[in-house]
């Protein structure tokens, strides 16, 4: 489309040089050509824009940087938050950022389709798990074969599994002495952190660190990374 509006200002110049048409004629064939681009472009980003949607049950923190670093971007945007916990701070910054809120049930997730049905309305491009403690259920993933993904605080498939989520997995790691930790991205399958690895960054581990400290390095990874994986993951899906 963009070559055919090319063409016609083209065409148009022609017209003008052989005073086939008069200046303020051109002017308007100009205008309207310039219109019609800017409607083709906005056309062009209506029907190719990616959809997310988001899951998260605490504080936010990737929710957050995840929305700071999509603010901008017209092809992308984050059409739903699913939060499991009514008293969660991320319900407080999908208000800020003006982002639409599901708030659910261990009931209804498991056992209705409610929630998969409103995700079938959306028909997003991505489901990011950013922080969500429960388990998806499987007629979720097999709807989105390789279109749903976690980050996790450790480097899979070491610490990985059933209750092996935040300050559990730090610890585990200080005890036993490890030399380096990390983040894995991954997509979600019926197993927990099973799924096939996207992404992993390292980090070192200090002869002095803490279980607090590390939660510290490990989540800055987090909030560096992640939007970035993302943003990957839509590009090529």
């Known amino acids: 489309m963009f070559k055919v509006l090319t063409k016609i200002k083209n065409f148009t110049l022609y017209q003008l040089f052989f005073k086939k048409i008069t200046k303020k004629e051109y002017a308007f064939k100009l205008i309207r050509a310039i219109e019609l681009r800017y409607f083709a472009t906005d056309l062009y980003i209506k029907l190719n824009k990616r959809k997310i949607i ?3 049950s605490g504080s936010g923190s990737n929710f957050e940087e995840i929305c700071k670093y999509f603010v901008g971007k017209k092809q992308i945007s984050i059409d739903l938050l699913i939060c499991n916990n009514s008293k ?8 800020k950022y003006g982002i ?10 498991y056992k209705t389709s409610t929630t998969l049905n409103t995700i079938l309305k ?12 429960w388990k998806v259920p499987t007629k979720i993933i097999d709807s989105f074969p390789n279109k749903i993904i976690n980050i996790h605080p450790a480097l899979l498939p070491n610490y990985g599994g059933k209750g092996m989520y935040g300050m559990n997995i730090h610890k585990a790691v200080i ?4 030399r ?26 200090d002869e002095k660190e803490s279980s ?11 909030h560096n990374f992640f939007p970035k994986i993302i943003e990957k993951a839509l590009i090529n899906g």
Do not use: C, M
């Open 54 to 56: 988001l899951f998260a």
């Open 88 to 95: 969660a701070k991320v319900l407080n910054k999908a208000k």
């Open 100 to 109: 639409k809120t599901l708030l659910i049930s261990r009931e209804t997730f």
């Open 122 to 133: 959306i028909n997003p491009n991505l489901i990011v798990l950013a922080g969500f403690l």
């Open 175 to 178: 005890e036993n002495n490890e």
């Open 180 to 205: 380096e930790s990390g983040i894995t991205v991954h997509y979600v399958n019926k197993n927990y952190d099973e799924g096939k690895i996207l992404f992993q960054k390292s980090i070192a581990i």
């Open 212 to 222: 607090e400290s590390l939660s510290r390095k490990v989540l800055k990874l987090e």
